[in-house]
C-alpha cells in the first residue's frame, strides 16, 4: 500500500490558496490510480515514489503550478499549456488540467514505463572525437628521422596528441622549433612527451 508524507500537508497549506485544491486534486488523482505510490519531498517538492523510483512530482509557485512525471518524455502528453516545468505547462486553475481521465490514462501509462524498467535517455550529448590535425611542418620533421616516425606512427591518438599540441601550443617560431627538434630526438628514442614521469 502507498504512504503520505504530513510534510506534503504542510507543503500545501503554505501554498497560494489558488494552488491549493490543484494540489490536493493531483494528489487524490495519484493515488486512486497508483495506489502503491508513496509521498515524500525531494529537493523541496512533492514527490510520489513507485516501487523505490520517483515516479511524478508536483510543485506550487507564486502565480502558478507544476506537475510532472519522471518519465514524462516517454509519455504523450496532450497539453495546450504554454511550456513551463512539468508536463502540463502552467496550472493556473482545476480547469487548466487535463481531464481527471486523461490524468488516469497518463499515470497508467507511467505505471507501465516502470514495470517495464524504462530509464531516462541520457541529456548529455556525445561528444564528437576531432581528427588530430598535425601541421605539416612537424610531420615532415618527423619523417626524416625514421626511428622518430616509427615511434610516432606506433603512439596511441593520446601520445601524439601530447607532441603535437606540445609544438603547436609555442608562442613563437624559435621555441617551436627548438620543440620540434627535442620531439624528433626523444622520438628517435623511442620516449613520450612526457617520458620523464612514466617511471614516478
Not at 99 to 119: F, M, P, Q, V, Y
Not at 155 to 164: G, L, T
Not at 186 to 192: D, F, I, N, R
Amino acid at each position: 500500500m502507498g504512504t503520505t508524507d504530513p510534510r506534503i500537508d504542510a507543503y500545501i497549506a503554505k501554498s497560494q490558496p489558488f494552488a491549493q485544491p490543484i494540489l490536493k486534486h493531483l494528489r487524490t488523482l495519484v493515488h486512486a490510480h497508483c495506489p502503491d505510490c508513496s509521498e515524500t519531498i525531494k529537493w523541496s517538492m512533492p514527490h510520489f515514489d513507485y516501487k523505490g523510483a520517483i515516479f511524478c512530482n508536483m510543485a506550487a509557485f507564486k502565480a502558478h503550478c507544476a506537475f510532472g512525471f519522471w518519465l514524462g518524455d516517454a509519455l504523450k502528453v496532450d497539453t495546450k499549456n504554454e511550456k513551463a516545468m512539468g508536463d502540463f505547462g502552467r496550472i493556473t486553475s482545476l480547469d487548466s488540467l487535463p481531464s481527471d481521465k486523461e490524468i488516469a490514462r497518463l499515470i497508467k501509462a507511467a505505471i507501465k514505463l516502470h514495470d517495464a524498467g524504462t530509464k531516462l535517455p541520457s541529456r548529455e550529448k556525445p561528444k564528437e572525437k576531432k581528427p588530430l590535425e598535425i601541421p605539416p611542418a612537424f610531420m615532415a620533421a618527423v619523417k626524416k628521422n625514421k626511428k622518430a616516425w616509427a615511434t610516432f606512427e606506433g603512439f596511441p591518438p593520446s601520445k601524439k596528441k601530447d607532441y603535437v599540441e606540445w609544438y603547436t601550443e609555442a608562442k613563437t617560431d624559435a621555441t617551436r622549433d627548438k620543440r620540434l627538434a627535442q620531439a624528433v630526438e626523444w622520438m628517435a628514442e623511442g620516449k613520450a612527451r612526457h617520458w620523464k614521469y612514466e617511471k614516478c
